[in-house]
Nanobody
Framework: QVQLVESGGGEVQAGDSLRLFCKAS????????MSWFRQVPGKEREFVAG????????NYVDSVKSRAFISRDNIKNTVQLQLSRLSPEDTAIYYC????????????????????WGQGTQVTVSS
């Protein structure tokens, strides 16, 4: 079992930046693809960004591609997502997710492919 805890969310102004953190425990994440999803009430959970087990491949949804950066530290068992130039459309609950993918080279973007989820952290962007 892998437990995931997100942090770093909060209320920010449009144009600001923030950094979300995901701390894993229970097992090393070095064999997992790690991703961030987000969800707005009444909508499907949306893939935001992901990174393969060794950081070799990253993937971003088009709406954040030019202003997001995902990274991981397999020693510290953490994943970070940096988002800049935030807009109200980025308001959502952000979830960290892990998918077993030993030596995987593809970041899966469907939530059904992920094995473990955190509880989420709220990000609210005011205009």
């Amino acid at each position: 079992q892998v437990q995931l805890v997100e942090s770093g969310g909060g209320e920010v102004q449009a144009g600001d930046s923030l950094r979300l953190f995901c701390k894993a425990s229970g097992r090393p994440i070095s064999s997992y693809t790690m991703s961030w999803f987000r969800q707005v009430p009444g909508k499907e959970r949306e893939f935001v960004a992901g990174i393969t087990y060794n950081g070799g491949t990253t993937n971003y949804v088009d709406s954040v591609k030019s202003r997001a950066f995902i990274s991981r530290d397999n020693i510290k068992n953490t994943v970070q997502l940096q988002l800049s130039r935030l807009s109200p459309e980025d308001t959502a609950i952000y979830y960290c997710a892990a998918r077993v993918a030993i030596r995987g080279t593809v970041v899966h973007t469907l939530q059904t492919g992920y094995d473990y989820w955190g509880q989420g952290t709220q990000v609210t962007v005011s205009s």
